[in-house]
């Protein structure tokens, strides 16, 4: 009932989330969304989505210092700039420009300790491709190789996977803005879906344009640590920019379902375009 629910909300993030939009998606009354909603997720619905916005807010300050307070409000969510900056104030303590500049110089060392070697970045056309997935919570490091197995399993029984299957990762939330037990981290595998398997919930579509991709191995701070640096240092000395709004993730070149997470080489590709 409630992957459906997430889904919804994660692909409708911008627009009005009420509790009777969200019931109805469901299929259960408001009142009974809501307490198995808070049963099953630990927040109530309301909460949930005020912390998931707040927290992408956070994500995009970083990450998009060139933004404006005001579009970040309106993209994450927020009616008015006025109604971010209570709703931000009343969580951090400090308004939202004030956490973009202190946490900038917190990253500020960690990003210029990272270098890009030539042959460590490329830009290549990626072809638009669907994924299945499954989510995960990164309170444990083994979460995210179990939903890659869980998800394999998926889409091999219904035969909507080759024999040398393609798996991709996304962080729905960074680590850097959200606490590790509540980052949500998407494991995909390609698929194929043929005309007797509709497109689900559990599927969507990457690429389609232009990509930066980093060839890396290790774990989540390094992740992290090479798409600051791409995004605040190597970008601007580039011909090109960051495509709005689009996804990152990561494609794994092998998996080895029982080996962790960070010990597997993959590349960070994050789509970009000309300036």
């Known amino acids: 009932m409630l992957e459906s629910v997430l889904h919804y909300i994660h692909t409708n993030f911008d627009q009005e989330l009420s509790l009777d939009i969200l019931a109805e998606q469901a299929n259960y009354s408001s009142f009974h969304?809501?307490?198995l909603f808070k049963e099953q997720i630990g927040e109530a619905p309301k909460q949930y989505i005020l912390r998931l916005r707040l927290e992408k807010a956070c994500k995009d300050l970083i990450f998009y210092p060139h933004k404006s307070i005001y579009e970040i409000a309106l993209d994450c969510g927020f009616s008015s700039a006025s109604v971010f900056a209570r709703?931000?104030?009343?969580?951090?303590?400090i308004n939202a420009e004030q956490y973009r500049e202190l946490e900038l110089q917190k990253l500020t060392h960690n990003t210029t300790t990272v270098s890009l070697s030539s042959d460590q970045l490329e830009i290549v056309r990626m072809e638009r491709f669907v994924i299945a997935y499954e989510i995960a919570l990164l309170d444990k490091e083994e979460n995210s190789m179990q939903a890659f197995r869980n998800i394999y399993q998926w889409a091999e029984a219904?035969?909507?996977?080759?024999r040398y299957p393609h798996f991709y990762g996304v962080f729905l939330d960074s680590p850097v803005?959200?606490?590790m037990e509540q980052c949500r981290?998407?494991?995909?595998?390609?698929?194929?879906?043929?005309?007797?398997?509709?497109?689900?919930?559990?599927?969507?579509?990457?690429g389609g344009a232009k990509h930066a991709q980093i060839q890396i191995t290790g774990g989540m701070s390094e992740v992290v640590n090479y798409a600051l640096h791409f995004k605040k240092q190597w970008i601007a000395q580039s011909g090109y920019e960051i495509i709005p709004e689009s996804i990152g993730f990561e494609a794994f070149?092998?998996?080895d379902f029982n080996l962790p997470y960070a010990s597997h080489n993959r590349k960070i590709c994050i789509?970009?375009?000309?300036?």
């Open 253 to 255: 070149s092998q998996l």
């Open 158 to 162: 219904r035969d909507m996977t080759d």
């Open 271 to 275: 789509a970009v375009q000309p300036k």
């Open 185 to 206: 981290y998407l494991a995909g595998i390609r698929v194929y879906p043929s005309e007797n398997i509709r497109f689900t919930e559990k599927m969507m579509a990457l």
């Open 177 to 179: 803005t959200t606490k």
């Open 33 to 35: 969304f809501h307490r």
């Open 87 to 93: 709703a931000f104030r009343r969580r951090y303590q």
